[in-house]
C-alpha cells in the first residue's frame, strides 16, 4: 500500500554487501536548501549544497577500517564484513532517514519494518557528527537496543540510560572537552569571553556547561549569540555587530565546524580578525581567506592517532575502485575541480567551461589532505569501527556455559539480540595501536585525553595544526592541563597572549567596586581607604590595619606607624635646645653686668634686686624648653606646663612689681601724699609673691586633680604615633595661660599710663614695651597651638616661650646695658638729677638755634613788623631734662642769672615776650604747667613758623593767654 512507505528525502548512500553490514551515518554535504512548503503541490526534496572534504576522509576512513577487517584473520574470521554510508547533509532529517533505511536494510525508510525473513545484518550504526543529529539517532536507535557509536560527539546527557541505553561514544564526554575548554580559558586569565553556539539543545547545554565553569573560575560572559543551522545573512550581520561592539577579544566556539565556515568567511570580510578564537575542534580549511580568519586559534580537540596504510590508501583511491559509489565521483570533482558530466551549454555560467574528469588524475598531485598523518576525528571513526568488529568477534567466541547471558547462554550469528552485540561493545576492550588502548566507561565513553592545538597559517594559504599542550581529566587538580606557552604562535607583534579583560585587575592597594547593571567583571578600582590595605590584586574589600600600623605607600603592607616626638636627635630639636641654652646665657651675663656695677646709679635706681630676681627667673624660663624636648614620660609631662607656668609667672609678677614702683615713686613726692608710706621694699615683695603664689596654687590643684601624663596620638596625623603629653585638663593649661595674660595686661596698662612721668630712668617704657611684645607672641601662640599636631605642636610652645623670654631681656635690660658699657656718662648722679652739663653736644638739636637766631635777625630787619622795636633773645640748654628746663624758665622770668621762684626785683614788666620749648615731652609737659601760673606764652618749639606766629600775635592782640 502507498501509506506503508514515508516519503523519502532523497538521502544518497553507498553500500557493500557482506555477512554483517555496518552502518555509518557522515555530513558528507552541509548547507541545505529546502524548498518551501504549500501542502497543496508534493513537497520538494531538500538539496545538499556543499561537499565536505573533511567528512568524505571519515567515509574514507571507515572504509579503510573495514578493509583492514576484512583481511585481518584475528578478528572476525571467515565472515565478510559490508557496510552501508549514507549522507545525513548535516540535517536531523537526513540522519533519520538514513538510519532507517540502514534498519529496513531497504531501498526506502519504514519505521519499525523489516521485509526480509532473515535475521538481522546490521551489526551498528556509526554516526552522526552533528550533535542535533546524534541525539536524534540515538533516540530512535534506542527504541531497537541497536547499538550506535559516535565518532565526534559524546551527547552531554546520554549517562542517562533508560533514554539512550545503546549509545557509546568513541569520543570523550564532550561536557568534559567543554569543561577543559573552559580550564583553557583561566590558564591565560581571560575573564571577559564571548559565546558563539550552534542551534539546538545539545550545543545549548554545552554553551550552559561552558559558561558555568568559566563563570567559578571568576570570568564573565561578554555574550552569547547562536549561529544558525541554516546561513542567514540577517542574523549573521547581527552576531558581527555584536562582536564588533564588545571588548572581548577572546571568543569561544562551541559549533560544528559547517556552521562556522562560512561564517567566519565573512567575519574575515569585515577585518575582525584582530580577535583570538578558541574551539572544540580543528576543522578543515578550505581556501586562503578562512584559514587567515582562524590563524592564531587555540583548539581543544580530541587526542590524535596514527593509521598506518591509511595515507596510501587515500591517495591510490580510483573510480573504478567503486563503481557504485556516488561520493567518489563528487569527491572526484571536489578535489581536482573537474567535471564527470558535461553541463548544457543554457545552464553553463558565461566564461566558465570546466575541464572534464578523466579518472587517471593523482591525489597526491593535489594535496587535498596535508595533514593526513594528523588524523582526529578520521582516527575516531577508525575506532568505532574496530569497536563494533571486537565487540562481534567476542560475541562469536563466546563459550556455551561461560557466556554472560542466563545461565552462561551465548548468542550466535544467526539468531543474536541488538542489546546482546551492545553488551559486547559495552564491554570491550582492545588495542588500536601501539600503547592506544580503547575501552568504555560505564556512561559508553572513552578515556577523556584531550590535545591543545594552536592553528597557524602557513605561506602557501595551508593550515598546520601544532600540538602546544594535552588535558588529561584523570590526571589531579592542577595537573589536568598542561600548556606549553612557548610553543604558542599568537597573532600578536610581541608573542604574549592577548588580554581579555572587562576590566584591568586591581592591584594590590586597591578594592573593586562593581558596576551597576554590569557582570561581575566589569568593575573600577577604587584605592584602599586611608588606614586599609590590600595585599592580593582583585580584593574586594580593604583591610584594616592595626592601631600602631599604617599601610606603606603603595598600600599593600601593613608597615609600623612611624613614632614622632621632638627629640634631640632631630635637627629641630637641636636648634631649639641649642637656643635655649644660648639664650639663657643672656640674662646671666646681663647678671653679671648688674653685679660688676651694682653701685652705679642706673642699677640702683630701678629696684636692683627686683632686676635679680627678674634675670634669675628669665634664665630659668630660657630652660624651660628642654624639658618639652624629648620622649614625654610621666615626670616630664607634670613638670614641664607647671615648671614653666610659674617662672614665667614669677617674672610677670616682677614685671608688675617694677611698673606699681615706678608710679608710686613719682606720685610720693607730690605734697601731702599719701603713698610715701607705700614706697619702700615690702610692696614690689609682696606683689611678686601674692602673685606668683597664686600660680603656685592653680598648677599644684592641677597636678593633683587631673595631672598631665604621656600618650599614643594615633589619630591626629595619618601613619604616626605621635608620643606627647596629654595635659590632663585643658581647663587647667588655660587657665594657667590666662592668668599669666592677666598679669601681662595688668602690667601693660600701669605701664602705659605711667610712660609720660619725668625721669631719666623711668622704666614704665620699657615695661610697655615688652608687655606689648609678650601679649603679641601668646595672642598669637593660641592658634599656631591649636592647629599643630604632634612635634610642631610642641616646638610652637618652645618658640612662644624663648621668645616672650627674648622680648622681656632685650626691652628691659638691653638698653641699661647699652649705657652701662656705652654711655658711662649718662651712669651719674647727675645726669640723674639734670644738675651737670652733659658734654656730648646735639648736632640735631643744634640747627633749631640756629632757626631761631635766623629768624630774630630777620624780624628785626623787616619795616612791616614792629617798627621801631627790636627783638633779644635769651637761650638755655635743657640737657633734655625736666630740671634743667624748669631751672632755664625761672631764670628768663626772672631776668637774672639765679633762679628764683615767685620773685622779681625790679619794679617793670618782665620784658620776656614768651618761650619756645622744649623738644621732649616730659620738659614741655613741665615748663606747661609751670608758666601756666604767670600766663606766660608758650609755644612747643617748630622752627621759624612758632617764632613768626608769636610776634604775629603780640602786634594783634594786648594780651596773649597760656598754652
Not at 2 to 28: N, T
Not at 323 to 350: H, S
Not at 635 to 658: H, Y
Amino acid at each position: 500500500m502507498p501509506g506503508c512507505h514515508l516519503q523519502p528525502l532523497g538521502v544518497q548512500g553507498s553500500f557493500q554487501d557482506g555477512d554483517i553490514i555496518l552502518g555509518g551515518i557522515f555530513p558528507i554535504h552541509y548547507k541545505t536548501a529546502f524548498t518551501k512548503i504549500s501542502f497543496t503541490e508534493p513537497p520538494g526534496r531538500p538539496s545538499c549544497e556543499i561537499f565536505s572534504l573533511r567528512a568524505y576522509r571519515w567515509v574514507l576512513s571507515m572504509l579503510f577500517s573495514i578493509h583492514e577487517i576484512n583481511r585481518n584473520p584475528a578478528v572476525l574470521p571467515n565472515l565478510t564484513l559490508g557496510f552501508g554510508i549514507l549522507d545525513s547533509c548535516n540535517e536531523v532529517n537526513g540522519a533519520l532517514e538514513g538510519t532507517t533505511r540502514l534498519t529496513t536494510e531497504t531501498g526506502a525508510a519504514i519505521l519499525n519494518y523489516q521485509c526480509q525473513d532473515s535475521p538481522l545484518r546490521l551489526l551498528a550504526i556509526i554516526g552522526d557528527a552533528g550533535m542535533a543529529q546524534t541525539v536524534a539517532m540515538a533516540q530512535l536507535l534506542g527504541l531497537y537496543w541497536l547499538p550506535q557509536v559516535s565518532y565526534f560527539n559524546a551527547i552531554p546527557i546520554s549517562n542517562d540510560k533508560h533514554l539512550f541505553p545503546s549509545f557509546f561514544s568513541i569520543a570523550p564526554a564532550s561536557h568534559l572537552q567543554t569543561y577543559g575548554l573552559a580550564r583553557l580559558v583561566a590558564h591565560f586569565g581571560w575573564t571577559w569571553v564571548g559565546i558563539l553556539s550552534q542551534d539546538g539543545d545539545p550545543s545549548r547545554l554545552s554553551s550552559q556547561i561552558f559558561r558555568d565553569e568559566i563563570m567559578k573560575a571568576g570570568a564573565c560572559v561578554a555574550f552569547s549569540e547562536v549561529i544558525p543551522a541554516s546561513f542567514s545573512k540577517t542574523r549573521t550581520e547581527h552576531i558581527l555587530g555584536v562582536i564588533k561592539r564588545s571588548s572581548a577579544k577572546v571568543i569561544a566556539i562551541l559549533s560544528f565546524e559547517v556552521y562556522t565556515n562560512r561564517f567566519m568567511e565573512e567575519l574575515f570580510m569585515l577585518d575582525h580578525t584582530g580577535r583570538i578564537w578558541i574551539s572544540l575542534e580543528a576543522p578543515s580549511v578550505s581556501n586562503e581567506k578562512l584559514a587567515r580568519a582562524v590563524d592564531g586559534t587555540l583548539g581543544l580537540v580530541i587526542r590524535n592517532g596514527k593509521m598506518p596504510g591509511f595515507e596510501e590508501f587515500v591517495f591510490s583511491l580510483k573510480t573504478s575502485r567503486f563503481p557504485n559509489d556516488p561520493y567518489v565521483k563528487m569527491f572526484w570533482e571536489e578535489a581536482f575541480g573537474c567535471q564527470w558530466t558535461e553541463i548544457p551549454e543554457g545552464t553553463r555560467p558565461l566564461g566558465i567551461r570546466p575541464k572534464p574528469c578523466s579518472g587517471a588524475e593523482k591525489l597526491r598531485d593535489v594535496g587535498i589532505y596535508p595533514d593526513i598523518d594528523d588524523l582526529r576525528v578520521t582516527y575516531n571513526v577508525y575506532k568505532s569501527a574496530y569497536a563494533v568488529a571486537h565487540a562481534l568477534h567476542a560475541l562469536l567466541t563466546c563459550h556455551p556455559g561461560n557466556g554472560p547471558f542466563a545461565e552462561g547462554s551465548c548468542a550466535s550469528l544467526c539468531n543474536y539480540k541488538p542489546w546482546q552485540l551492545a553488551h559486547y561493545v559495552r564491554v570491550v576492550r582492545f588495542e588500536a595501536n601501539i600503547h592506544d588502548e580503547i575501552f568504555f566507561d560505564s556512561n559508553g565513553y572513552t578515556p577523556p585525553l584531550y590535545d591543545v592545538i594552536n592553528w597557524k597559517m602557513n605561506s602557501d594559504g595551508s593550515v598546520s595544526f601544532i600540538k602546544v599542550g594535552s588535558f588529561d581529566t584523570s590526571a589531579p587538580q592542577g595537573q589536568d592541563l598542561v600548556i606549553n606557552n612557548s610553543a604558542i604562535l599568537w597573532k600578536n607583534a610581541d608573542q604574549q597572549p592577548p588580554r581579555s579583560v572587562c576590566s584591568e585587575s586591581c592591584t594590590p592597594g586597591y578594592r573593586k567596586v562593581e558596576r551597576s547593571g554590569e557582570p561581575a567583571c566589569c568593575f573600577d578600582c577604587l584605592s584602599c581607604s586611608d588606614g586599609e590595605i590590600s595585599n592580593q590584586s582583585d580584593s574586594i574589600q580593604c583591610l584594616k590595619c592595626p592601631e600602631d600600623h599604617w599601610p606603606n605607600q603603595h598600600q599593600d603592607k601593613c608597615v609600623p606607624k612611624e613614632v614622632e616626638f621632638l627629640g634631640f636627635s632631630e635637627p629641630m630639636g637641636v636648634l631649639l635646645a641649642s637656643v635655649a641654652v644660648t639664650g639663657s646665657l643672656l640674662p646671666v651675663t646681663i647678671v653679671c653686668i648688674f653685679i660688676k656695677h651694682q653701685e652705679t646709679p642706673i642699677v640702683k635706681a630701678n629696684n636692683r634686686a627686683l632686676s635679680y630676681l627678674l634675670l634669675l627667673a628669665l634664665t630659668v624660663c630660657y630652660l624651660c624648653p628642654l624639658i618639652f624636648i624629648g620622649r614625654p614620660t610621666i615626670w616630664t609631662c607634670m613638670l614641664r606646663q607647671a615648671a614653666f607656668g610659674i617662672m614665667f609667672t614669677f617674672s610677670l609678677s616682677c614685671m608688675l612689681a617694677k611698673t606699681i614702683v615706678v608710679v608710686l615713686a613719682f606720685n610720693a613726692t607730690k605734697p601731702n601724699s599719701q603713698l610715701k608710706s607705700c614706697v619702700g621694699p615690702t610692696l614690689p615683695n609682696s606683689v611678686v609673691l601674692i602673685c606668683t603664689f597664686l600660680q603656685v596654687i592653680l598648677c599644684a590643684s592641677w597636678l593633683v586633680t587631673s595631672p598631665p601624663f604621656p600618650e599614643k596620638n594615633v589619630a591626629s596625623q595619618l601613619g604616626k604615633i605621635i608620643i606627647e603629653c596629654n595635659e590632663g585638663s585643658a581647663k587647667a593649661f588655660w587657665c594657667m595661660l590666662g592668668y599669666m595674660c592677666f598679669l601681662a595686661g595688668v602690667s601693660f596698662v600701669l605701664a602705659f599710663l605711667a610712660r609720660t612721668l619725668p625721669d631719666s630712668f623711668n622704666e614704665a617704657k620699657h615695661i610697655t614695651f615688652s608687655m606689648l611684645l609678650c601679649g603679641s607672641v601668646w595672642v598669637s601662640f593660641i592658634p599656631a597651638y591649636v592647629s599643630t599636631r604632634g612635634k610642631h605642636m610642641v616646638a610652637v610652645e618652645i618658640f612662644a616661650i624663648l621668645a616672650s623670654s627674648t622680648g622681656l631681656v632685650m626691652c628691659m635690660f638691653v638698653p641699661k646695658c647699652y649705657i652701662i658699657l656705652l654711655r658711662p656718662d649718662m651712669n651719674t648722679k647727675e645726669y640723674l638729677l639734670g644738675s651737670k652739663t652733659i658734654k656730648s653736644f646735639g648736632f640735631r638739636s643744634y640747627p633749631w638755634v640756629l632757626s631761631m637766631l635766623f629768624t630774630i635777625d630777620e624780624i628785626n630787619h623787616n619795616p612791616a613788623l614792629l617798627p621801631n622795636l627790636t627783638m633779644g633773645l635769651g637761650i638755655i640748654d635743657s640737657c633734655n631734662t625736666v630740671r634743667r628746663a624748669l631751672d632755664g624758665i625761672a631764670r628768663l622770668r626772672e631776668g637774672k642769672g639765679k633762679a628764683v621762684l615767685n620773685y622779681q626785683c625790679q619794679h617793670y614788666h618782665s620784658r620776656v615776650l614768651a618761650i619756645i620749648g622744649d623738644a621732649g615731652m616730659a620738659q614741655t609737659v613741665a615748663m606747661a604747667q609751670l608758666l601756666g601760673l604767670y600766663r606766660l606764652p608758650q609755644i612747643q618749639q617748630h622752627g621759624f613758623s612758632a617764632v613768626a606766629w608769636t610776634k604775629a600775635g603780640l602786634a594783634q592782640a594786648k594780651y596773649v593767654g597760656g598754652f
